[in-house]
């Protein structure tokens, strides 16, 4: 059974960007940290607009999809998608990133649709709110918040956000 969460974090996104535009001070951890949840959900339905509009076409996110199903219900990294040979092949030995089994559990929660299409946005959010953190200790709160929106705004993120799905989105944290 796949949970709908999508209406859920629409709203709590909604609420938490009505709340910072009526100036409601929050401590700048806390802050940042909606900032980051507030890109997350942006860039997750602009990832679902992709799926719709039918240009999540690429062998990449299919094949992603595809080796997390499988590896849900116990064949690690095996895939049908792949030009090296007909049939089942273990796609691990061509792009191995074993700590992506962490993932299994969500898919067992959510689908591996879901799970796959969440990759890129969360791993860009958490490494802008990690990025935002580490500025804060170095240089001051408006620093890091003028870097975490840097980080966000720069032409790298959202092309790695727009393209397909792949693990080297989460090499920024």
Do not use: C
């Amino acid at each position: 059974m796949q949970l709908d969460f999508r209406f859920f974090w629409i709203a709590l996104g909604l609420a938490m960007a009505h709340r910072v535009w009526k100036g409601k001070s929050l401590p700048a951890t806390r802050f940042r940290a909606h900032g980051a949840i507030l890109f997350f959900l942006i860039a997750l339905v602009g990832k679902v607009l992709q799926l719709r509009a039918g240009e999540l076409h690429g062998l990449d996110f299919w094949l992603f999809v595809d080796a997390l199903e499988q590896a849900s219900k116990g064949g690690f990294w095996f895939t049908r998608f792949a030009p090296q040979a007909a049939g089942w092949v273990q796609h691990g030995a061509v792009h191995a990133f074993l700590p992506l089994a962490l993932l299994v559990p969500f898919v067992w929660i959510f689908g591996s649709l879901w799970v796959a299409l969440a990759l890129n946005p969360l791993a860009l959010a958490m490494a802008g709110w990690v990025l935002g953190d580490l500025t804060e200790r170095l240089w001051g709160e408006r620093s890091a918040w003028v870097l975490m929106f840097a980080f966000y705004a720069l032409s790298a993120t959202g092309k790695t956000l727009m393209y397909e799905t792949h693990p080297e989105a989460l090499y920024p944290l």
